[in-house]
Nanobody
Framework: QVQVVESGGGLVQPGGSLRLSCAAS????????MDWSRQAPGKQRESVAS???????IYAAAVKGRFTISRDDLKNTVYLQMNSLKPEDTAVYLC???????????????????WGQGTQVTVSS
């Protein structure tokens, strides 16, 4: 089964920066999309950024221009560089990895969609 582990969260002052990492491991054939979402207390989980295997990126309007998502396919890792952080960025940031598992005797690669446990980002002075 695919394991996803986030890291890099912490406490930062407004205007500061953090870089989150998300490493996927396991018996993975390929990874298509890797994305970050966040969950703040009392709020619904919202998508933050995503990146496809082809390098296409999508950002939520709230973070566009401040956050940058990137991936290292050799390490099965996705990063989220967060700059100019605001208090409203405070949340548990979760990583999702979507792709395909190795096929087993057939021509179809089973899909997977795995989430990490999340890493806390707190923006406060």
């Amino acid at each position: 089964q695919v394991q996803v582990v986030e890291s890099g969260g912490g406490l930062v002052q407004p205007g500061g920066s953090l870089r989150l990492s998300c490493a996927a491991s396991g018996n993975i054939h390929s990874i298509n999309t890797m994305d970050w979402s966040r969950q703040a207390p009392g709020k619904q989980r919202e998508s933050v950024a995503s990146v496809t295997s082809g390098g296409t990126t999508i950002y939520a309007a709230a973070v566009k221009g401040r956050f940058t998502i990137s991936r290292d396919d050799l390490k099965n890792t996705v990063y989220l560089q967060m700059n100019s952080l605001k208090p409203e960025d405070t949340a548990v940031y979760l990583c999702n990895v979507e792709g395909h598992l190795p096929r087993h005797g057939g021509g179809i690669y089973p899909a997977f969609n795995s989430w990490g446990q999340g890493t806390q980002v707190t923006v406060s002075s």
